[in-house]
């Protein structure tokens, strides 16, 4: 097995990252909707989203050689079997980029055998890189972030995001919200997934929860909040959290109640 300097690593990364991250801001300045393509049914892209997928991917490609790539928008082959693997999502927030809204982030992670390993989350609009590698920490702009301390919910900020293609689950995430609207702080829904992941590991969310969403979407905010103490499984308290579409991450502290009230509502035992 290939041993890695995955702060080194992360560091080369986040500064390709932040790159590229300029070249979004650079077009958010000019962009027009008449760029804007629909892959499905309210889902969004354009050239902002392909072109700064393939910047990433020239800038990542030589940091690990032979490194496969699971991309979202999909502008390069890809190695499915190779030990190391890139999970891409170069505009995580695309309908927010699209209509203004100055929330959206690049999402990069590294895994080893699926299993991830080091990940970066970079806010755009306030020029907020998240960082974090395995054992190593998480970090906001360089300094060491945790969770937040709320031990239960009804002293908790909740984030979600809204289903937008997958409506087959609305009435129990409407169990969910409703709950969260009645026993808690309140609910926020930002737009990009992998920003509401990084806020969690901040400790500006006590949890996010989600379902119908994609490994890129969340694949390196789940290292950034595990490694600032916080917890993450999937609606069950299980580890299919990257590929089985539901994703619950938390402050750790209140996790398991939040677990009750997912279980309930979707039926687990």
């Known amino acids: 097995m290939t041993e890695l300097d995955l702060e080194k690593i992360t560091g080369i990364a986040s500064k390709h990252v932040k790159e590229v991250g300029e070249f979004i801001r650079h077009e958010s300045t000019r962009f027009k909707n ?8 309210n889902d969004l892209v354009s050239y ?7 910047k990433l991917v020239d800038g990542l490609k030589d940091l690990i050689p032979n490194a496969g790539f699971l991309l979202e928008e999909k502008t390069s082959k890809t190695l499915a079997d190779s030990e190391f693997q890139w999970i891409i999502d170069p505009l995580d927030g695309t309908t927010n980029f699209v209509h203004g809204v100055p929330c959206y982030s ?8 699926k299993n991830i390993i080091a990940g970066i989350i970079y806010e ?3 020029d907020e890189m998240f960082t974090a590698w395995k054992d190593g920490g998480s970090f906001l702009n360089g300094k060491p972030i945790q969770v937040s301390s709320a031990n239960k919910l009804s002293e908790s900020l909740i984030a979600t995001g809204f289903p937008y293609i997958d409506f087959s689950f609305m009435s129990k995430y409407m169990e969910v919200f409703n709950y969260c609207m009645k026993n808690t702080r309140g609910l926020r829904r930002l737009g990009s997934a992998a920003v509401d992941l990084a806020y969690v590991a901040c400790g500006r969310f006590d949890v996010f929860y989600e379902y119908g969403l994609n490994p890129w979407d969340v694949a390196a905010g789940t290292i950034i909040v595990k490694e600032a103490g916080g917890k993450v499984t999937d609606f069950n308290n299980g580890l299919e959290y990257i590929f089985g579409n539901e994703i ?13 009230v997912t279980k309930k509502a979707f039926g687990y035992s």
Do not use: M, R
């Open 48 to 54: 902002v989203d392909k072109t700064a997928e393939i």
């Open 124 to 126: 755009i609009n306030l």
């Open 106 to 113: 690049i999402s990069v992670a590294l895994a080893e055998n």
């Open 34 to 41: 008449s760029s804007v393509e629909l892959k499905g049914f």
């Open 248 to 260: 619950l991450a938390s402050n750790n502290k209140v996790h398991n109640e939040f677990l009750d």
